[in-house]
């Protein structure tokens, strides 16, 4: 067990293990003997400690946090050892410099995209591109302001993005990386000596007057003063959308957290809804199951997103490293694939629709009346109303039942000399006699006794049968010339489109209405509303599978079929007759 020792080098920490410590010291303290000119090595001595810093930072990750002899002499390797190089003036002869160029084409490092700062007019990103690809920051110049009067400014976006996106190379390892040169010893003090010579340079045949002046007047131009305006709103704009970004992947963290905890204390301690979600649930995947998985597929895409907002919110942050990033992936992958599995078996389990119908004739003739009305039971509740969905009641013998109000009551007439009552049961299943055994096993009475007909409001099922969207259609039929009165009550479960050819209006409960041929007439409505009722009705309705066409008794028509629609209206002085099909809208009047 070595020990270990905290450094700081070019602002970074590390953990460094001791051996490896005084061999980095001796090497660093190597190379600064090894500069014969004292003029720029501290400036260079910082540049090559951030190039190494750099070097370790890459080396390290979420399971290795110390630098040992092994990263150091790796790192070393790609610097080079001090006298490996005559780093003194001679390095910049042409020998020496032919020299080390050659070994730097046979090195060459991997370029990078960074802003170049040294010859930039807005934000360095045209001329670092021009390293990057090879080409002089000219052309890339022209094409910038060619796609950008192409693009109508769209270009101008781009150009932005890439100036918030790119780095600048600030330090000597950034210029020479942006042009594939390799970041060693040698290359970063040449770099720092060309420089140095240039501005010595600048410096000796300079009329210091006015270039004191050009200085003074160009040290912050309007493109400089621009960017950095633009560069700070960005920035601040960027910092926001990192805030939102946390709080809505934060949010929706916690809330699945607490929604996967909720369904599993839930599921422990078996509370009502647990019984719920099973007779809903429609797959053999426990419920448990589904929640894990849900939390996974939808988790972590937001935790990833977590991440992304922290980088944008804190700069060098490290990332959780590939194993993790590779291991959270093939999760989120067998969860989507998991939830996609449950997803297709809940719907093969809805796939086939089976019903089961059962007529019965009751004693109810032309001229009688029959009294309608729903009832309720006490056991399950007081309210007599239709709903969809289901609840979980008790019955008498306190064994679970699936309580619906899903029932439709429709009223025909019928040439018949008696009147019937169809009850259709219906259920979906997985196969079609699974689903016919399901709306089998619904349990739904009625009562008739003499002229009167009570209808239970609602319909049982067994817990074990599952909820499959169970439900009751019942129709009446009634013989031409019988009276109904419908109870109040009745409204609700009656509230039918036309395609029902439901002869019972809402609103006509309580009233005495005579059975015609297709319709009803009021008996003893007050006279607005039978004159109302009366303007509306239908003297019959024709449909098939492609021709739908309704007639009043005015002799108003509407039909509807592939050639189009036909609309006539008449009256006692003139019709209207309006076509509308594929040649347009027709109109016509007398």
Not at 219 to 239: N, Y
Not at 382 to 402: A, H, M, P, T, W
Not at 474 to 493: E, M, Q
Not at 574 to 580: E, F
Request: hydrophobic share 40%.
């Amino acid at each position: 067990m070595n020990k270990t020792v905290n450094i700081n080098l070019a602002g970074t920490f590390f953990h460094i293990d001791e051996d490896a410590f005084g061999k980095l010291n001796r090497y660093l303290s190597a190379i600064k003997r090894s500069f014969s000119d004292p003029q720029g090595r501290d400036e260079i001595i910082k540049d090559i400690e951030a190039r190494i810093a750099e070097l370790f930072s890459e080396k390290l990750d979420s399971h290795k946090q110390v630098i040992t002899m092994k990263e150091l002499d790796e790192v070393i390797a790609i610097m080079g050892q001090p006298e490996d190089y005559a780093v003194d003036e001679e390095i910049f002869t042409d020998k020496n410099y032919d020299s080390a160029k050659s070994e730097s084409q046979s090195t060459k490092a991997h370029k990078k995209l960074f802003r170049d700062p040294d010859n930039k007019y807005i934000g360095g990103v045209s001329s670092g591109l021009g390293h990057y690809i090879g080409l002089d920051a000219i052309w890339i110049r022209l094409i910038w302001i060619l796609l950008t009067i192409f693009s109508s400014g769209t270009f101008i976006l781009i150009y932005i993005i890439f100036w918030i996106l790119v780095p600048e190379a600030v330090t000597t390892a950034d210029k020479l990386t942006m042009r594939g040169e390799p970041v060693n010893i040698s290359n970063i003090e040449k770099k720092f000596k060309e420089t140095y010579d240039s501005v010595a340079d600048k410096v000796k045949n300079a009329d210091y007057d006015a270039y004191g002046k050009k200085i003074k007047s160009s040290s912050e131009t309007f493109f400089d003063t621009l960017g950095k305006v633009i560069m700070a709103l960005l920035t601040v704009f960027v910092k926001f959308i990192g805030v939102l970004i946390i709080l809505v992947a934060a949010v929706t963290l916690i809330g699945l957290f607490i929604g996967l905890f909720v369904s599993g204390m839930t599921g422990f301690f078996g509370a009502w809804n647990t019984d719920f979600l099973h007779v809903v649930n429609e797959s053999i995947a426990p419920i448990w199951l589904i929640s894990v998985m849900i939390f996974l597929a939808v988790g972590i895409p937001f935790f990833f997103l977590f991440i992304l907002g922290l980088k944008i919110l804190v700069d060098n942050l490290k990332s959780i490293g590939k194993v993790a990033n590779l291991t959270l992936l093939a999760v989120w992958l067998i969860a989507v694939f998991t939830l996609i599995t449950i997803g297709v078996m809940q719907a093969m389990e809805r796939s086939n629709e089976g019903n089961v119908i059962n007529t019965q004739e009751l004693n109810i003739k032309a001229n009688d009346t029959l009294y309608l009305a729903m009832r309720t039971n006490t056991q399950f509740g007081n309210d007599v109303s239709k709903r969809g969905g289901f609840s979980l009641k008790y019955d008498e013998n306190d064994n679970q039942v699936i309580y619906s109000n899903n029932i439709r009551l429709i009223v025909r007439s019928t040439k018949d000399s008696l009147a019937s009552l169809l009850i259709n049961r219906k259920a979906h299943g997985k196969e079609y006699l699974e689903a016919k055994n399901r709306a089998e096993a619904i349990e739904y009475n009625y009562v008739f006794n003499q002229n009167s007909l009570t209808l239970d409001g609602y319909f049982l099922a067994n817990v074990e049968d599952k909820y499959r969207d169970q439900e009751i259609e019942i129709t009446l039929y009634l013989p031409v010339g019988s009276v109904l009165n419908a109870d109040n009550n009745t409204y609700s479960f009656h509230r039918n489109t036309s395609g029902y050819r439901d002869i019972l209006n809402n609103g006509q409960e309580g009233y005495y209405l005579e059975i015609q041929d297709g319709k009803t007439v009021c008996m003893d409505c007050p006279e607005e509303s039978s004159e109302s009722n009366d303007d509306f009705e239908y003297y019959s309705i024709d449909w098939d599978d492609e021709n739908w066409q309704e007639t009043w008794k005015d002799g108003n028509k509407i039909k509807i079929d592939r050639d189009g629609i036909d609309i006539n209206i008449t009256d006692e002085k003139d019709s209207v007759r309006v076509m509308l099909n594929k040649k347009g809208i027709k109109v016509k009047s007398n």
